[in-house]
């Protein structure tokens, strides 16, 4: 039995592979003496199987059932076979807007169960939702506690607070309640996969090689630090791959660094590990494009490293809007480096990246010629394409949140933002700046999903790469996989529940 139980899936995203926060945080208790037992596919869930877990894996001795909510969504496995073929990526779709891909009364009755047979069971959720979407925590009353942040102090403490008997309060608990990981720590942390995780054969598996991003985007809301800081030990990062080679046979990782490449020092590291491991390695990951318009020997260490999906964060080609957010490369600089890229890689390295619409230096024309150019460019094989997401300042969420500049001032970069509460218990965002509203963008983003371009696009770049290839899908094929390709997607669906029933069967759920 175990002193603390976790749930978790990706089951919003193409292919399956591990989250990365719940095995952490399982991880660092683990490292002070905790039992836990963290399981996966839990949108295949129902009454018996949750029942299951309760009776099969939980005593006096288990404090908490936590749930991992960062990439819980409401689809279900039943849903796979159509939902690849018509999904867009505007944002408006309320199955993110959720903390358990159930119902929250279907869950109230799975939880009674729980606390019925032990009343001093906790209920943990954390994510990275847990401090964006706060208004939604009113529809979930039978969840004790709230965990925001990164948690690798956090989920001790509690732990040990609970098995002291203590009452914590109902404020969402973060590094602010009990102090963060320090980078010394950080730089020798791990997964701790064990044989209860049942780990398949060669299955991809996340790698948090660094923490945090050294830039300063004006939008962007992710977790800041200095530059070659917060990166793992060189030889602990190659001790740690072997372990994992030899005891499960993983050579292939979904790295969920925010850029892998972000200096020539990482990725001159990165380089040197994984070329003379005594195994060959692959990897997919995002990383940072610009260097690499005059970095063409990064280009080959990248390729001879192992990668097979590359996700960049481009964002934009207007020029007018580099040098309000913080991102100064201009569009011939991008495409200089995505043509240096192609032309060494070829097919063998699928490209993808993000675009958002909508930035500060941007009108209504300019957003139209980048779905433009990106319909028409020939170097990318797979896109997102989001409308600008300001939100709402709170300063007291400040901290979990590591605030953008234009969310903390957004009239200084000319927007005007209202926010409205829907029936559902999240908040609408619309934002107003020259002749672009985010409705607005939406509609364009939308158009554009109905042509041929949205069509051939892959959507098996980034870590869907790795994803599908935990389903068996090789190189060859997931450069076909696009929603011209019914049959992929039928086969890919048909996988992803065959895998999940394998993956039960072996926790006897």
């Not at 039992?35 to 099969?56: A, L, M, P």
């Not at 929250?104 to 954390?126: C, F, Q, R």
């Not at 925590?137 to 403490?157: C, L, R, T």
Request: proline letters at 3%.
């Amino acid at each position: 039995m175990y002193n603390a139980i976790f749930f978790t899936e990706c089951n919003g995203s193409i292919g399956w592979g591990r989250d990365a926060g719940c095995y952490t945080v399982s991880s660092r208790l683990r490292e002070h003496g905790y039992t836990t037992k963290v399981i996966d596919f839990f949108s295949h869930f129902d009454f018996k199987r949750f029942k299951n877990s309760i009776d099969n894996f939980a005593d006096s001795n288990t404090l908490i059932l936590g749930f991992s909510s960062t990439h819980f969504s409401t689809l279900k496995p039943k849903d796979w076979y159509t939902h690849w073929r018509t999904d867009n990526r505007t944002r408006k779709s309320d199955m993110w807007n959720v903390y358990f891909p159930f119902e929250p009364t279907e869950m109230a009755e799975w939880i009674t169960y729980a606390k019925s047979k032990y009343p001093k069971l906790k209920v943990i959720v954390g994510g990275q939702k847990v401090a964006q979407k706060q208004a939604l925590q009113k529809k979930y009353p039978f969840v004790d506690h709230w965990v925001g942040g990164m948690a690798d102090v956090s989920i001790v403490e509690i732990l040990n607070e609970l098995k002291q008997g203590k009452t914590l309060s109902n404020r969402i608990k973060s590094e602010h309640d009990y102090g963060s990981i320090s980078e010394h720590d950080f730089n020798y942390s791990k997964i701790h996969w064990n044989d209860d995780d049942n780990i398949f054969p060669g299955e991809a598996l996340p790698l948090e090689v660094s923490r945090g991003c050294p830039f300063k985007c004006a939008f962007c809301d992710y977790r800041k630090k200095e530059v070659n800081t917060w990166t793992l030990d060189k030889t602990h990062l190659r001790n740690m791959l072997i372990e994992n080679y030899e005891r499960f046979g993983v050579s292939h990782y979904m790295i969920t660094d925010f850029q892998v490449n972000e200096n020539s020092d990482k990725m001159d590291m990165l380089f040197n590990v994984f070329t003379t491991l005594p195994f060959k390695i692959t990897w997919a990951g995002f990383g940072r494009l610009d260097i690499l318009a005059t970095k063409t020997d990064m280009i080959n260490q990248i390729y001879e490293s192992g990668c097979r999906s590359m996700q960049w964060g481009i964002e934009t080609i207007t020029d007018a809007v580099g040098p309000i957010i913080g991102k100064v490369t201009r569009r011939d600089s991008i495409e200089t480096a995505l043509e240096n890229c192609k032309s060494v890689w070829g097919n063998d390295i699928i490209m993808g990246s993000g675009f958002v619409l909508g930035l500060p230096g941007e009108d209504l024309n300019s957003c139209k010629n980048v779905l433009k150019w990106i319909s028409e460019q020939p170097w990318l094989d797979a896109w997102e394409i989001c409308p600008l997401y300001i939100g709402q300042y709170n300063a007291n969420k400040a901290y979990t949140i590591d605030y953008s500049r234009m969310q903390m001032d957004p009239k200084k970069f000319g927007y005007d933002i209202s926010l409205t509460l829907n029936t559902k218990g999240y908040y609408i965002e619309d934002w107003y700046n020259k002749d672009m509203s985010k409705s607005v963008i939406i509609k364009l983003i939308e158009e554009m999903q109905t042509g041929e371009a949205w069509q051939r696009r892959l959507m098996t770049s980034y870590l869907g790469y790795s994803r599908c290839s935990n389903l068996g899908f090789d190189h060859n094929s997931l450069l076909s996989a696009n929603k011209y390709n019914t049959k992929w997607i039928e086969e890919h669906a048909r996988r992803y529940i065959e895998l999940g029933a394998k993956y039960l069967e072996k926790n006897k759920l």
